[in-house]
T-cell receptor, first 117, second 109 residues
Framework: DAGITQSPRYKITETGRQVTLMCHQTWSHSYMFWYRQDLGHGLRLIYYSAAADITDKGEVPDGYVVSRSKTENFPLTLESATRSQTSVYFC????????????????FGQGTRLTVV | GQQLNQSPQSMFIQEGEDVSMNCTSSSIFNTWLWYKQDPGEGPVLLIALYKAGELTSNGRLTAQFGITRKDSFLNISASIPSDVGIYFCAGRYGNKLVFGAGTILRVKS
C-alpha cells in the first residue's frame, strides 16, 4: 500500500528557474491538493483538482501551475521560482465519504522541502 | 476568506497531564478534522467530525464539533512523550479544507 508519494523530498533551485514537484497516489482518489506550509501560516491551499483534467485555484495560486492528465498524478510547477516560494510543499488526496458528494478527509504525502536561492 | 484561529500556539506540559486545544472561526464549517504532524513528515489524520455536537474519541484523543459549527476542540488525556508534534485543526467548506496555524506540543518526561 504505497499511498501518496512526493518527489523529490528536497530540492534547491535558483531564482528564475522552472521547478516541478511530483505527486503520485495509488488509491485512485478523485481529489488531489497542493499545500504549502510556512511558519505562522499553517497549511495554505495552492491548487486542487476534483478529477483528471479538472483543476481550480486555492488560496495562494500565483506563480504556480498544475496539471492532471491522469487520476494518479498531480504535478506542481513553479514556472519561474522566487525566494518567496521557499517552503515545504505537501500533496494530499481524498475521496468522498459514503453518501456525500464532497470530499472529506485528506491524506498527505511526506512533503517536498524547496529552497530557492 | 475563511480563517481558523487555533490556540494555544504552543504548549509545554508534563508527561501524564491532559492537554486541550481549540479552533474557532467566524465561518461555519461542515466538517472538522484534527491532524498531527511529526518533524519531517506530512500531517496524519487523527479524528474527523461530521455533525454539530458530535463527540468522537480515538484512544486518548477526544474531539468535539461545536454546536454552532464554528469551533472544535481536541483533548489529549495522560500525555506521553510521543505526543510531541504539531497539531492542526482543519475545517471543510465546499471541496476545500482550511487549516489553523497549528499548536506545537512539547512534553516534559
Amino acid at each position: 500500500d504505497a499511498g501518496i508519494t512526493q518527489s523529490p523530498r528536497y530540492k534547491i533551485t535558483e531564482t528564475g528557474r522552472q521547478v516541478t514537484l511530483m505527486c503520485h497516489q495509488t488509491w485512485s482518489h478523485s481529489y488531489m491538493f497542493w499545500y504549502r506550509q510556512d511558519l505562522g501560516h499553517g497549511l495554505r491551499l495552492i491548487y486542487y483538482s476534483a478529477a483528471a483534467d479538472i483543476t481550480d485555484k486555492g488560496e495562494v495560486p500565483d506563480g504556480y501551475v498544475v496539471s492532471r492528465s491522469k487520476t494518479e498524478n498531480f504535478p506542481l510547477t513553479l514556472e519561474s521560482a522566487t525566494r518567496s516560494q521557499t517552503s515545504v510543499y505537501f500533496c494530499a488526496s481524498s475521496v468522498p465519504r459514503d453518501g456525500e458528494a464532497m470530499n472529506t478527509e485528506a491524506f498527505f504525502g511526506q512533503g517536498t522541502r524547496l529552497t530557492v536561492v | 476568506g475563511q480563517q481558523l484561529n487555533q490556540s494555544p500556539q504552543s504548549m509545554f506540559i508534563q508527561e501524564g497531564e491532559d492537554v486541550s486545544m481549540n479552533c474557532t472561526s467566524s465561518s461555519i464549517f461542515n466538517t472538522w478534522l484534527w491532524y498531527k504532524q511529526d518533524p519531517g513528515e506530512g500531517p496524519v489524520l487523527l479524528i474527523a467530525l461530521y455533525k454539530a455536537g458530535e463527540l468522537t474519541s480515538n484512544g486518548r484523543l477526544t474531539a468535539q464539533f461545536g454546536i454552532t459549527r464554528k469551533d472544535s476542540f481536541l483533548n489529549i488525556s495522560a500525555s506521553i512523550p510521543s505526543d510531541v508534534g504539531i497539531y492542526f485543526c482543519a475545517g471543510r467548506y465546499g471541496n476545500k479544507l482550511v487549516f489553523g496555524a497549528g499548536t506545537i506540543l512539547r512534553v516534559k518526561s
